[in-house]
């Protein structure tokens, strides 16, 4: 059995926007994180109160539990933080690489044709965003053909009309 051949994967495809998304996912992701910490410390400080307020003498059992608490929950928290930025961040680069991706090609595949020559049929990876644009892009083409074989005098009097130009 042979080795699978090596192959590279691009994941930036469109660094401005690639970059951007995922500048405003992982932010999303820490304010959240900055919320349900702030939460969590509103949370003990509210126990510590309900201590104070039922009168229980500093260092007392209940006090001690919530501080062990606290040191528990920053712990596990700081984890959970941690683990869930990665995932958020992971997440961006592939979905905005579903998105990046179409439009890369759309753009290349643009690029590269010419009026006279449009032979291969504009495609997306399958697991893509967008797969609706290359099949829209594609009748639009065979229906230009069309009109190009079959009437083509009416394919030229509409981009007349189209660039602003008068027909006879």
């Given at each position: 059995?042979g ?11 469109n ?7 995922i500048?405003?996912t992982t932010a999303?992701?820490?304010i959240?994180i900055a919320a ?10 509210s126990?510590?109160d309900?201590?104070?307020e039922?009168?229980?003498p500093p ?15 920053n ?19 592939l979905f905005?690489?579903?998105?990046a991706?179409?439009?890369?090609r759309m753009i ?7 009026l006279?020559?449009?032979s291969?049929?504009l495609s997306f990876?399958k697991k893509?965003f ?10 639009r ?8 074989t ?6 030229i009097?509409?981009?007349k ?6 027909t006879?």
């Amino acid at each position: 059995m042979g080795v699978a051949p090596y192959k590279r994967r691009v994941y930036l495809i469109n660094k401005d926007f690639q970059i951007k998304f995922i500048i405003y996912t992982t932010a999303i992701a820490l304010i959240t994180i900055a919320a349900f910490y702030t939460m969590l410390s509103f949370f003990f400080q509210s126990s510590i109160d309900l201590g104070i307020e039922a009168g229980f003498p500093p260092g007392h059992v209940y006090f001690r539990f919530i501080d062990d608490s606290r040191a528990d929950m920053n712990v596990y928290f700081l984890i959970t933080s941690v683990s869930v930025f990665i995932l958020i961040f992971i997440s961006g680069l592939l979905f905005s690489h579903k998105i990046a991706g179409p439009i890369y090609r759309m753009i290349t595949y643009l690029r590269s044709i010419s009026l006279d020559k449009i032979s291969e049929k504009l495609s997306f990876r399958k697991k893509d965003f967008f797969q609706e644009l290359s099949e829209a892009y594609n009748k639009r083409i065979q229906y230009l053909r069309n009109a190009a074989t079959h009437e083509p005098d009416k394919l030229i009097e509409a981009l007349k009309l189209r660039e602003g130009e008068k027909t006879d």
